[in-house]
């Protein structure tokens, strides 16, 4: 992490540009630096310690994770100015930053808007506000689907409804994942995720090679998701179309 910031810093300098976020008033570069050192080093011992490999504690990982990355933001927000990441979501609410940190599963490309162009944009155009207030909305009734599916779901079905989901986000069907990725995902042990990716495969649903699943049977994959997946996407369908 060291060598990527003096990396940008050569060849950027210290400009607060390209989404980056700059020290909060009265706070100098140093000072913010280190803070953000400090606590992304906390999160990544954290994950390592809740989350990785033969220490994984289950959907509790989740909790670990989730619950220092909000006190991290919080904490370290007005300091640093950086809101872990800061999610579109949370300039459409006019909340301005959100302590919760967006993480990329999936390589591929995307676009990015400044934060004061959108809410410009919002307040001239009525459509554009209903609209991201209806993505919001769809955002969240997928957030608490994910929460019911982790409480009452087995381990088989969170897994059909994951590659779903994520096979809707991509161009074609191969999606390139690990397993220690999935099961840092899904709050369970390694073990457990290559017993249920070869089960899925042995019933034709789909095929795994190394880093890489490929979805062959998508409609039998969403059977076996067991009414895990399916709500979220119905309510974006009849909102967007």
Known sequence: MLRA??????IFGLAGKFGATTPGS???????????????????????????GARNVGPNAALAVGGYIALAGLRAGPV?????NPTG???IMATGRSPLETYMQLGGGGQRLAAAKLRD??????TLRRALLNYGHAFYVQTAHTALAN???????????WLLM???????????????????????????VTIALNLLEARGFIRTHRGVISIVDRKGLEENANGA???PEAEFQRLFG
Do not use: C, Q, Y
Request: aromatic fraction near 4%; charge should be negative; glycine fraction near 10%.
């Open 121 to 126: 944009g919002m307040e001239a155009s009525v």
């Open 229 to 231: 997946n399916g709500a």
């Open 89 to 91: 979501l949370a300039v």
């Open 166 to 192: 994520a096979h809707d986000r991509i161009d074609g069907d191969a999606l390139t994942l690990t397993h220690e990725l999935l099961a840092i995902m899904l709050g369970v042990r390694r073990p457990g």
């Open 151 to 161: 409480g009452r779901s087995k381990l088989e079905d969170r897994l059909s409804r």
């Open 5 to 10: 910031s003096s990396f940008l810093w050569v």
């Open 26 to 52: 009265g706070v100098g570069d140093s000072r913010a630096f280190a803070i953000e050192v400090l606590l992304t080093a906390g999160l990544v011992n954290t994950i390592l310690a809740t989350a990785s």
């Open 80 to 84: 640093s100015d950086a809101s872990m």
